[in-house]
Structures are given as C-alpha cells and as structure tokens.
C-alpha cells in the first residue's frame, strides 16, 4: 500500500503523515507515505521531525502543478490525500495568483497524473468557507457554493474539478469539507496559534470588527480521523463534511485564549474588520456520522488546553516562523 500525500509538511498534512507513521489508522499500518510538498513559507520539514527516520517515510520537495513530477509519483500509489494548498484567507485578500494556481491548477494537476496512473482513492481536502456564510442552521453537503473570498473561491473551484473528474472519468474521488482547524504544529498566522504565541510574549492581540464572528472549531486529530474514515470507506464521488460541534464567537475564542496563559481584555487591541468577513460558519456532520461512523472526539477545552500548552513547550518550533507570519489571522 502506498500513500501520496501532498502538502504533508504543511499543519494538517503533517498531523496526518505522524498519525499514519505511528500506526493510528489500522488500514495504514503497512504503508509507504510519499510526502509531496513545495516548503512554501507555510511548509516546514520541522513538522515531520518525528517520522523521518522511518523506512517507511519518503519525503519529495516539489510543486503540485509539475505534471511531470507528479506522473512519477503516481505511479504505483493506492491513495492520494491532497491537503498542499495556499491556505490563509487574508493572503488571499492581498493577492490571489498564487492561490488559483496551486489551489485549481494544482488540483487539476493532481487529478490528472491519479486518472492517468489509475489511482485507487482520491480524498481532495476541502473547507466548509466553500458555502460562504449562514446566519442560522448549517450546510449540508448539497448547499450551494458561494464562496466569498479568493482563497474559499479557488478552493470550490478545486472542489468542482474534483467532482468532474469523477462523473467524466469515473476517478474514485471524495471530497472533505472541514471547518477551522487547531492543534500543535498550525503556523503562527491562523487565529489561535497567533493569539497564544503573541500572548506569551506579551504583545497584543487583533481583533477583527466586533468580533462577532462565528466559527466551528476541530481538533486536528479529529479533522485527520474523518479524513481516514473516508479514506477506508467513503463513497466515491461523495463529499463529507467535517465538523467540530464548538460554535463560539471570536470575541468568546479570545476570552478562552486570554483565560488560558493569565492574560486580560487589555491585551485586545481590535482591528479594522476583514474584506468580505463571513459572518458564521456552520457544517451539518449527519452524513459521515451515519455513513461512517465519525464523530469529534476532543473536548473543545481539552483541545484548546493541550495546545496551548504545546506552543508553550515548543517556543523553539515556532519562534523562528513569526518573523515570517506578517500579516494577521483566520
Ligand atoms: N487550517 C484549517 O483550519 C483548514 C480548514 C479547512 C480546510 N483546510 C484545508 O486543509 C488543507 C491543509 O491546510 P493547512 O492548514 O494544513 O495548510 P498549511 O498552509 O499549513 O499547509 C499547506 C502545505 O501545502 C504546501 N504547498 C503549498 N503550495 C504547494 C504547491 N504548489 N505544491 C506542493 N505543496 C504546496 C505548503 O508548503 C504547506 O506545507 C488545505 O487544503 C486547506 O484548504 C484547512
């Protein structure tokens, strides 16, 4: 059995490649896991520290868009779990070429060299901002697409490909679509982890708008459990969301976060909202809790606990990765 997993030195890839390597995933036990990744300023090799010495470990400096490289390493893989993407949304804001290509071409890439080397599975990591905003209820899988920014754009454009590849070419492809992730290893520009290493070194943290803003939080592990599930057993040409069940506001985050290293409200320095904020996130999980069996496992707060621990022990992971984290978070 052999796995290609792009973006794998990436935070999710990576929590995903650790969790295969040390035998999490029954059905993955014997493995071979090729990690395909370009080590853009999100990418970090630190991140596979942990498995790279396993023989049963290989890791590929590359980009998603290089057919030529990608036909190699199509070759003979059972699975592909495709997370390499351009990732953070104010970027997006700022400038979207780069997002296009590795998000949609990239894809398209991707589903071209696993249709040409008659791949096994194709799971397409997705996000939940691919259905825009909802005031109340949540998404399921069969909401429309109105993604609001260009980063959740190219993202339902992947997602679409995706599809197509599936009903043109009969390609065993799933779609996921996960809501906002936490947990060790997230680059110091999404929210949580930005907040927590600002407030260990005493700076100040921003707020966007009224901080009204709603999100569903997922520990990483469960994000990476649902993907195996569907990995295993999904059906092919199905999408399946992933949630947390954590509904909270930013300004009730904040609050946590603050609680979490003894820090108070005059730590929040509030900011200018972001262009095209969605108000609210919310993913229906009814599908891959009856088709799969998935359901969270991490308490949010046990969650939220062991990892701000985590950036409190590993100052060393992500001191260097700050200077490089310029613009503010998810
Ligand atoms: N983090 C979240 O909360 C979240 C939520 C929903 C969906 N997702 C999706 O999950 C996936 C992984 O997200 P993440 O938070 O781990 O992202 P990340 O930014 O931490 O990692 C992305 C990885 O992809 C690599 N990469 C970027 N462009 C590449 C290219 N052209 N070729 C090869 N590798 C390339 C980077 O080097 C990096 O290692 C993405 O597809 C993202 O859209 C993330």
């Given at each position: 059995?052999?796995?290609?997993?792009?973006?794998?030195?990436?935070?999710?890839?990576?929590?995903?490649?650790?969790?295969?390597?040390?035998?999490?995933?029954?059905?993955?036990?014997?493995?071979?896991?090729?990690?395909?990744?370009?080590?853009?300023?999100?990418?970090?090799?630190?991140?596979?520290?942990?498995?790279?010495?396993?023989?049963?470990?290989?890791?590929?400096?590359?980009?998603?868009?290089?057919?030529?490289?990608?036909?190699?390493?199509?070759?003979?893989?059972?699975l592909?779990?495709?997370?390499?993407?351009?990732?953070?949304?104010?970027?997006?804001?700022?400038?979207?070429?780069?997002?296009?290509?590795?998000?949609?071409?990239?894809?398209?890439?991707?589903?071209?060299?696993?249709?040409?080397?008659?791949?096994g599975k194709f799971v397409h990591?997705?996000?939940?901002?691919?259905?825009?905003?909802?005031?109340?209820?949540?998404?399921t899988e069969n909401?429309?697409?109105?993604?609001?920014?260009?980063?959740?754009?190219?993202?339902?454009?992947?997602?679409?490909?995706a599809r197509?590849y599936h009903r043109?070419?009969g390609l065993p492809v799933c779609v996921t679509r996960?809501?906002?992730?936490?947990?060790?290893?997230?680059?110091?520009?999404?929210?949580?982890?930005?907040?927590?290493?600002?407030?260990?070194?005493?700076?100040?943290?921003?707020?966007?708008?009224?901080?009204?803003?709603?999100?569903?939080?997922?520990?990483?592990?469960?994000?990476?459990?649902g993907i195996q599930l569907v990995a295993d057993g999904g059906r092919a040409g199905e999408i399946y969301n992933i949630?947390?069940?954590?509904?909270?506001?930013?300004?009730?985050?904040?609050?946590?976060?603050?609680?979490?290293?003894?820090?108070?409200?005059?730590?929040?320095?509030?900011?200018?909202?972001?262009?095209?904020?969605?108000?609210?996130?919310?993913?229906?999980?009814t599908k891959i809790g009856a088709e799969l069996g998935y359901?969270?496992?991490?308490?949010?707060?046990?969650?939220?606990?062991?990892?701000?621990?985590?950036?409190?022990?590993?100052?060393?992971?992500?001191?260097?990765?700050?200077?490089?984290?310029?613009?503010?978070?998810?």
């Amino acid at each position: 059995m052999r796995v290609l997993v792009t973006g794998g030195a990436g935070f999710i890839g990576s929590h995903y490649v650790r969790q295969v390597l040390s035998g999490a995933y029954p059905s993955l036990t014997d493995a071979e896991v090729v990690v395909l990744d370009k080590l853009t300023y999100a990418g970090n090799e630190a991140n596979l520290a942990p498995v790279a010495d396993s023989a049963r470990f290989r890791f590929v400096r590359g980009d998603i868009c290089d057919a030529e490289l990608v036909g190699e390493l199509m070759s003979g893989v059972d699975l592909v779990v495709h997370f390499a993407a351009e990732s953070h949304v104010d970027r997006s804001i700022a400038g979207s070429a780069d997002f296009v290509l590795t998000n949609v071409l990239g894809t398209q890439t991707l589903l071209q060299g696993a249709l040409e080397a008659a791949v096994g599975k194709f799971v397409h990591v997705s996000t939940d901002e691919v259905y825009g905003t909802i005031e109340s209820g949540s998404w399921t899988e069969n909401h429309l697409l109105e993604p609001n920014s260009p980063y959740s754009a190219s993202k339902a454009s992947s997602d679409l490909l995706a599809r197509s590849y599936h009903r043109t070419h009969g390609l065993p492809v799933c779609v996921t679509r996960c809501s906002n992730n936490y947990g060790p290893y997230q680059f110091p520009e999404k929210v949580i982890p930005l907040f927590v290493t600002n407030l260990l070194d005493g700076r100040k943290v921003p707020l966007y708008g009224d901080g009204l803003n709603i999100r569903d939080w997922l520990h990483v592990d469960d994000h990476c459990h649902g993907i195996q599930l569907v990995a295993d057993g999904g059906r092919a040409g199905e999408i399946y969301n992933i949630g947390g069940g954590t509904e909270l506001t930013n300004r009730e985050l904040t609050e946590r976060l603050l609680a979490a290293v003894g820090a108070g409200w005059d730590q929040v320095e509030p900011v200018p909202d972001r262009l095209g904020h969605d108000r609210r996130y919310s993913v229906d999980i009814t599908k891959i809790g009856a088709e799969l069996g998935y359901r969270p496992r991490v308490p949010f707060d046990e969650g939220l606990a062991a990892t701000v621990a985590w950036y409190r022990d590993n100052r060393r992971w992500w001191e260097p990765l700050k200077d490089r984290a310029a613009l503010v978070g998810k």
